[in-house]
C-alpha cells in the first residue's frame, strides 16, 4: 500500500492511497479508514462496510491482475466521500440478484446505506465508483 499524500485536519481530511489486487485490500482499506479518518463507532461502521464494499467490487470486477486500485478518502463540510478507482471497464449496475445467489446485493447495501452513491469516468482506462455518507463535523 502507497500513500499519495495526506491532509489531517480533524474536519477537512483528504488521503490517497493505492492497494493491489489482492484479497487482504479490502482490510487494509478499512484499516486506513479508521487510523486516518476520525470517525465515532457510528457512522464508522457504515463507512466501513461502504469501503469494503467499493474494494471488493473494484477487486471482483474492475482491477485486472497485476493492476492496482486507488482509493481516495475526503471528509469536509459534514459528509465523507470515499472513491475507489479501477482500470476496468465494467460499469456497476444494479441488480436483482436470486434468493440462492452469493453475489449481485452490494449495490443494493450501497444505495440504502450511503447518502448518495455514483459512477464516474476517470483519466486512462477503467472508471471511479464513489459514495457519500453524513458523518459528524463542521
Given at each position: 500500500m502507497t500513500f499519495?499524500?495526506?491532509?489531517?485536519?480533524?474536519?477537512?481530511?483528504?488521503?490517497?492511497?493505492?492497494?493491489?489486487?489482492?484479497?487482504?485490500?479490502v482490510g487494509r482499506?478499512?484499516?486506513?479508514?479508521?487510523?486516518?479518518?476520525?470517525?465515532?463507532?457510528?457512522?464508522?461502521?457504515?463507512?466501513?462496510?461502504?469501503?469494503?464494499?467499493?474494494?471488493?467490487?473494484?477487486?471482483?470486477?474492475?482491477?485486472?491482475?497485476?493492476?492496482?486500485?486507488?482509493?481516495?478518502?475526503?471528509?469536509?463540510?459534514?459528509?465523507?466521500?470515499?472513491e475507489v478507482e479501477d482500470a476496468g471497464d465494467f460499469l456497476p449496475r444494479p441488480r436483482t440478484p436470486g434468493l440462492d445467489d452469493e453475489c449481485g446485493r452490494g449495490l443494493a447495501l450501497i444505495a440504502a446505506l450511503s447518502d448518495d452513491w455514483g459512477v464516474a469516468p476517470r483519466q486512462g482506462p477503467g472508471k471511479r465508483v464513489w459514495v457519500t455518507l453524513k458523518v459528524p463535523g463542521r
Open positions: 499519495d499524500g495526506d491532509q489531517r485536519d480533524r474536519y477537512d481530511q483528504l488521503v490517497h492511497f493505492r492497494l493491489p489486487s489482492h484479497p487482504r485490500s482499506a478499512r484499516e486506513v479508514l479508521r487510523t486516518n479518518v476520525g470517525l465515532p463507532e457510528e457512522p464508522g461502521e457504515t463507512a466501513a462496510l461502504l469501503l469494503s464494499e467499493l474494494v471488493t467490487n473494484a477487486l471482483r470486477h474492475g482491477s485486472p491482475p497485476g493492476r492496482e486500485i486507488a482509493v481516495s478518502l475526503h471528509r469536509y463540510d459534514g459528509l465523507l466521500r470515499m
